[in-house]
Structure formats: C-alpha cells, structure tokens
C-alpha cells in the first residue's frame, strides 16, 4: 500500500542540488488515511490485508477506529440502533463476533430440513431442539436476529427451504423475549400495570414477526387524543385536560369537565375516526391485536375498551375495566372515590359507540340477571386473561389448520405464563402438543407439573405420559421414508410431476404438488364422505398432495387436475417445506423432497419445457433444463 513519489532533483538558493524527497500513503495524517479507507468499495477483506502491510496502517485500522466502524455499520445497518451515536466501541470484535454468529445461525438454519423434514405437513410444528441450538449459541440475541432477518430478505424466490425454517426460529426467539417481558411486566406492582402495555405485549407474541412496539401503538394513541383536545377546545377553551401534557397523571375531579370529556372522546372516536364493534365477524383474532384495532378502526369489546380507557386515562378521567359476562364493559364512578354501590356507577359499552348505561341496563346486553359480584372492577391481569380467553376460544372454534393450531398454541402459552398453575388448560396444551406429535419432551414436562398440582388427573396424566413416551422411542428409531420411482411398473399411470403448477379443474383452485401415490391411500371412510366413487375412475386412479393458495392442503384425484396454463406463484406458508427455489414455470424440491421422488424434477423439467416454452408462448425459463435432459421420460398431458 506505502506508495512513493519520487521528484526530480531541484536547485536550492545556494546553486546545490537537494535531494530528491519521497512522499508515502503512510506520510499522510491519520484523518486523512481513515477517510480514504471508508471508501465504499473497500470490504473488510481489504481492511485486514491493509492493516498487515505495516505498523503505521495496522495502527490507523486498530479495532476502536473509525475504519472498522464503518465497516459495521455498512454491512450490518440495522444493528445500528443497538448502539449510542458516537460510542466509543471495539467494532473490530463486534465485526467478528457477529460475522461468527452469521455462520453459525446459517449452518444451524441449513441443517433443519435433514433432521425434521416429513412428507406429510406437521400442522403447528416445534423445532424444539434447533431452537435449543440457537438458544446455546450463548451470543448476542440481536445479532442472531439481524442474520435471520438477512435470510428471509434475500430473493423471495429463492432459498425458500432456508427462509421456512429461518422464519421458524426467529418467530419462537422473538416469542421467548416477548414472554420475558411479559413476566417482567406481570411482576410489577398492579397500580403500575397498564392496560394498553399488557395488550400490547399480548398482540406481540401472536405476531412476533409484525412490527408492534408500544412507543409506535402510544404515538397513535397521543394523535388520538390530540383529536380529542382539539373538540373540547371547542366546546370549553378553559378545560382542564387541555392543559394535560403527555405522561401526567393528573385527574379531573369535576364530573360535568369529566362528561365533557367523554362526549368529546365518542364524537372524535365514533363519529370522526368510525370506530366500531365487529358485528359480522365477531371472531376474527384480528378483533383482540390492539394494532390491528387502530388499523382497521374496528374490535370487540374487550379491545375497544382498553382503547377506550386509555384514551380518557390521558384526558384525565379515570375508568375501570368490568368483566361483565360476554361483554365487557368500563365503569364510571357518580360519585366520591371508595364507593361499591354498582348504582353508584354509570357503566360504559366501548362496543356499543361509548353509551353510557346503568347497572339494570347493563343486563339487557346478555339476557339475563348476574350478581354485584360482576359489576366490580378487575386488575390488569384480570384484563389480560380474559382478552387471552377469548383468543383461547377462537383457536378452538378453528377449522384445524396451521392459523388455528398456532393461535391455540400461542394463546395456551400466554395464558399459563399468566396463570402457570391452571391444571385445565395444562393438560389442554399437553394434549395438544401431543395431538400435533410435537415436542414430546415439553409435553412430559407440562404433565410432571399437572401430577404435581392435582394427582386427580392421573388417569389422563398416565396415557398421555405412556404414548408420548413411545413417541420419543419412535424418534430414536426412525422409519426409513418411502421411495418413489416413476420408472416403477406399479407406477406407470402417474402422468403429474412434484413442482408442477396445476389447477384443479371443478373447484378452480391452483396449487403445487409436493407428493403423489399411484392410488388412494385414505380411509373409507374418507373416500365415501369426499364421494370419490363418482368420479369417472374412482380411487383406482392417482392422487396427488397439493399445496392451495388458499393455504389448505389436499388429496386431489389426477382426473380433476390439469397443468396451469399460466404458471404462478402459489402462497402457501409451507412451500418451503418442499421446495428451495420458484423457477417461473414449477417449484424446484429441496434436497429432502427429491430423496422420497428421485425421478420427478427431471420429468417437472420436461413437461414445463413442453407447456411454456414452445415458439408461440415464450412463457418459463427455458435454460433450465441440461442438454442431458434429452433422454429424461415424458408425461402424458391431459
């Protein structure tokens, strides 16, 4: 790098020649070197080898320098808001420990589908013992993140076998944080509990991989209230809350400046913002995700009133949550503070656009007569199990696929992490996890604890405990998976291909294949109530797995499906699973895929060069395929 520049020898005053001067890279000032080698083009390859030419520049390139931070900094920016500006940092060591962990995240993320790939999608899969690898790694939890990030954000049509699985792990890493701060939050004395943080954090682990922060839910709330202020100027210029700032804790005492306040809070979230209950689709979980409640201006009792609540906690009147049954309510006490007379109390419906209603009122909503008991006020925790509850409910009330499965799940695990000792929703997620044939370690774990809390159950803790343990005997000696050769007599009638786009010609669905079996292997019971019977060749014919883009699975018959003629994408959250790489006209099987159909991607390659790449279409990638192909066996096409 020392580079020289020789000059021709000059005349001095004296009439003497001087000495030619020679001028280095190393001569030049330190700020001066440090401002070349953040040049752009220069990557940190560059920056070690510099760095050994000599004393000078390994000294300019030393680990707390300007040099190895922008190096940092331009390969990792997103970590860039874990550190203060202008911190004084190893970034040297910081490189190397994160580029380490880049390695060993991607060499843990590539290994999965070996160990846990299955033919047959496991709804609700745990990869319990990868994440006990990441978790082991014992580096920093961010940096783990920022690579998994960079996994997922490369070629969305490529790598999808590495994106499934690194979408996997990031989602349970940033479920365990979620669950620390949950505790953290749960120990804090009740008057310091917010309503707003526990439904924040309760919308964060069902969406882990959603951008929820609660500075981000506060910013819309302050907007909010904002909105608010600015009705009440109108009305009362010399309102109190109109000098609250934000984060005071100041209470209008007076109840007519309180009323005020709550006519301006329903003109503005009513009237204004078209906030309202979701009648129509009462159950969607969207309804319980705060963020999802400011998107779409629309929720269910429960989450409109923590809105609701907060909102006049900020204008300075205090509410208080009421787990009035199937309909949960917020109360306003009339009267001076410690009163318990529920007719002291004007009760208010947040589903119902803010009507205030009295305690007899209140009965008309459910049809029935209820005790004092459910007029009284409830702690945040309270708030929080009954909002987990009713998230709890939905997941049961689903159709068995991977949404439903995953809201069970995470709503089991926020509800135990709440109330750990509730021996009913225990066994639940014991028979669950048991049920998906998922991580039967835990599941031995979760009925330990239920014999521990109730010895009752130790009928329903003894068969469980029995078949999990022959589970994980099972896992210890694996079954060889099934190979299947198209090249095989028995399977001469298979005309389909895994990866081939294909639309299914009654229901219109397109889909994917990802497996095949030369005749129906379901239960008779299956085939009668899908009245396989009427079709033209019955069960005697080939069936094929297919992915949906509606996100299901199915069994088609091989009469009812037909090669799409204009090859897309299909969304299904278990591509990856299956594929590696979406090549324009099919899917390409991972590695794992082509083990159980040696003989499929050559046929897949044939068929599309067929169907898109003839002279009139110029669909498909037509260099896909090597000239060795040429022998490959063709498919019938229908």
């Given at each position: 790098?020392?580079?020289?520049?020789?000059?021709?020898?000059?005349?001095?005053?004296?009439?003497?020649?001087?000495?030619?001067?020679?001028?280095?890279?190393?001569?030049?000032?330190?700020?001066?070197?440090?401002?070349?080698?953040?040049?752009?083009?220069?990557?940190?390859?560059?920056?070690?080898?510099?760095?050994?030419?000599?004393?000078?520049?390994?000294?300019?390139?030393?680990?707390r320098g300007k040099v190895w931070g922008h190096q940092y900094k331009l390969r990792w920016p997103r970590l860039q808001r874990f550190y203060r500006q202008n911190e004084s940092c190893d970034w040297l060591r910081e490189y190397k420990t994160r580029h380490r962990v880049g390695i060993q995240i991607r060499r843990t993320v590539e290994s999965i589908s070996k160990r846990f790939f299955t033919e047959v999608p496991c709804v609700?899969?745990?990869?319990?013992?990868?994440?006990?690898?990441?978790?082991?790694?014992?580096?920093?939890?961010?940096?783990?993140?920022?690579?998994?990030?960079?996994?997922?954000?490369?070629?969305?049509?490529?790598?999808?076998?590495?994106?499934?699985?690194?979408?996997?792990?990031?989602?349970?890493?940033?479920?365990?944080?979620?669950?620390?701060?949950?505790?953290?939050?749960?120990?804090?004395?009740?008057?310091?509990?917010?309503?707003?943080?526990?439904?924040?954090?309760?919308?964060?682990?069902?969406?882990?991989?959603?951008?929820?922060?609660?500075?981000?839910?506060?910013?819309?709330?302050?907007?909010?209230?904002?909105?608010?202020?600015?009705?009440?100027?109108?009305?009362?210029?010399?309102?109190?809350?109109?000098?609250?700032?934000?984060?005071?804790?100041?209470?209008?005492?007076?109840?007519?400046?309180?009323?005020?306040?709550?006519?301006?809070?329903?003109?503005?979230?009513?009237?204004?913002?078209?906030?309202?209950?979701?009648?129509?689709?009462?159950?969607?979980?969207?309804?319980?995700?705060?963020?999802?409640?400011?998107?779409?201006?629309?929720?269910?009792?429960?989450?409109?009133?923590?809105?609701?609540?907060?909102?006049?906690?900020?204008?300075?009147?205090?509410?208080?949550?009421?787990?009035?049954?199937?309909?949960?309510?917020?109360?306003?006490?009339?009267?001076?503070?410690?009163?318990?007379?529920?007719?002291?109390?004007?009760?208010?419906?947040?589903?119902?656009?803010?009507?205030?209603?009295?305690?007899?009122?209140?009965?008309?909503?459910?049809?029935?007569?209820?005790?004092?008991?459910?007029?009284?006020?409830?702690?945040?925790?309270?708030?929080?199990?009954?909002?987990?509850?009713?998230?709890?409910?939905?997941?049961?009330?689903?159709?068995?696929?991977?949404?439903?499965?995953?809201?069970?799940?995470?709503?089991?695990?926020?509800?135990?992490?709440?109330?750990?000792?509730?021996?009913?929703?225990?066994l639940l997620q014991a028979r669950l996890y048991f049920h998906l044939g998922i991580w039967p370690e835990k599941v031995l774990d979760i009925l330990q604890h239920i014999q521990a809390l109730d010895p009752s159950q130790?009928?329903?803790?003894?068969?469980?405990?029995?078949?999990?343990?022959?589970?994980?005997?099972?896992?210890?000696?694996?079954?060889?998976?099934?190979?299947?050769?198209?090249?095989?007599?028995?399977?001469?009638?298979?005309?389909?291909?895994?990866?081939?786009?294909?639309?299914?010609?009654?229901?219109?669905?397109?889909?994917?294949?990802?497996?095949?079996?030369?005749?129906?292997?379901?239960?008779?019971?299956?085939?009668?109530?899908?009245?396989?019977?009427?079709?033209?060749?019955?069960?005697?014919?080939?069936?094929?797995?297919?992915?949906?883009?509606?996100?299901?699975?199915?069994?088609?018959?091989?009469?009812?499906?037909?090669?799409?003629?204009?090859?897309?994408?299909?969304?299904?959250?278990?591509?990856?699973?299956?594929?590696?790489?979406?090549?324009?006209?099919?899917?390409?099987?991972?590695?794992?895929?082509?083990?159980?159909?040696?003989?499929?991607?050559?046929?897949?390659?044939?068929?599309?060069?067929?169907?898109?790449?003839?002279?009139?279409?110029?669909?498909?990638?037509?260099?896909?395929?090597?000239?060795?192909?040429?022998?490959?066996?063709?498919?019938?096409?229908?």
């Amino acid at each position: 790098m020392a580079t020289s520049v020789a000059g021709e020898g000059q005349l001095s005053l004296n009439g003497i020649v001087s000495e030619p001067q020679t001028k280095k890279l190393t001569d030049l000032p330190t700020e001066l070197l440090e401002y070349i080698l953040c040049f752009p083009v220069l990557k940190h390859v560059d920056i070690c080898n510099v760095s050994c030419c000599c004393k000078r520049l390994h000294d300019v390139c030393h680990g707390r320098g300007k040099v190895w931070g922008h190096q940092y900094k331009l390969r990792w920016p997103r970590l860039q808001r874990f550190y203060r500006q202008n911190e004084s940092c190893d970034w040297l060591r910081e490189y190397k420990t994160r580029h380490r962990v880049g390695i060993q995240i991607r060499r843990t993320v590539e290994s999965i589908s070996k160990r846990f790939f299955t033919e047959v999608p496991c709804v609700g899969q745990v990869l319990g013992d990868s994440f006990a690898e990441i978790e082991s790694l014992g580096m920093p939890e961010h940096f783990c993140e920022d690579e998994l990030l960079f996994i997922l954000n490369t070629d969305k049509r490529k790598s999808l076998t590495l994106k499934y699985y690194a979408k996997k792990i990031l989602y349970f890493l940033r479920q365990q944080n979620i669950l620390r701060s949950l505790k953290t939050f749960l120990e804090q004395p009740a008057e310091q509990q917010s309503a707003l943080e526990g439904a924040v954090l309760v919308d964060q682990y069902c969406n882990p991989l959603a951008d929820v922060t609660l500075d981000s839910i506060s910013a819309q709330l302050d907007e909010i209230t904002e909105k608010v202020k600015k009705m009440l100027r109108l009305k009362n210029p010399s309102h109190p809350s109109l000098r609250i700032a934000q984060g005071d804790c100041f209470v209008v005492e007076d109840f007519e400046l309180q009323r005020q306040v709550l006519c301006a809070l329903n003109s503005v979230l009513y009237e204004q913002l078209q906030y309202k209950g979701n009648e129509f689709d009462y159950y969607n979980p969207l309804n319980s995700y705060i963020h999802q409640v400011l998107l779409r201006h629309t929720g269910i009792p429960i989450s409109l009133s923590v809105l609701y609540m907060t909102l006049a906690q900020r204008l300075g009147v205090q509410l208080e949550p009421v787990n009035f049954p199937n309909h949960f309510l917020l109360r306003w006490c009339q009267k001076p503070r410690g009163s318990e007379d529920i007719y002291d109390f004007v009760y208010i419906d947040a589903f119902g656009r803010g009507k205030q209603l009295t305690a007899k009122e209140c009965e008309y909503l459910i049809g029935h007569q209820v005790t004092a008991d459910y007029y009284s006020a409830i702690s945040t925790t309270e708030v929080l199990l009954r909002m987990v509850g009713n998230l709890l409910n939905i997941g049961k009330r689903g159709e068995g696929n991977e949404k439903s499965y995953q809201l069970l799940r995470d709503s089991l695990d926020l509800y135990l992490t709440i109330n750990p000792d509730n021996v009913q929703y225990l066994l639940l997620q014991a028979r669950l996890y048991f049920h998906l044939g998922i991580w039967p370690e835990k599941v031995l774990d979760i009925l330990q604890h239920i014999q521990a809390l109730d010895p009752s159950q130790h009928g329903a803790v003894g068969y469980l405990v029995q078949h999990t343990l022959e589970h994980i005997q099972h896992k210890k000696h694996p079954v060889a998976p099934e190979v299947k050769k198209r090249s095989a007599p028995e399977h001469k009638e298979v005309q389909y291909s895994v990866g081939l786009i294909m639309k299914h010609k009654r229901s219109g669905y397109n889909c994917v294949i990802y497996g095949w079996d030369p005749k129906c292997t379901m239960s008779q019971e299956w085939i009668t109530t899908m009245r396989v019977h009427q079709l033209s060749k019955g069960a005697n014919q080939p069936f094929y797995n297919v992915l949906v883009q509606d996100g299901t699975c199915r069994y088609a018959a091989q009469e009812n499906l037909e090669p799409h003629s204009a090859p897309l994408e299909i969304g299904h959250p278990e591509v990856g699973r299956y594929f590696s790489e979406f090549s324009d006209t099919h899917y390409i099987a991972n590695e794992e895929l082509q083990t159980r159909y040696p003989e499929d991607m050559d046929v897949t390659l044939d068929t599309v060069r067929e169907l898109y790449s003839g002279p009139p279409s110029g669909h498909g990638n037509q260099d896909q395929a090597p000239a060795a192909d040429q022998n490959h066996h063709q498919t019938t096409q229908m």
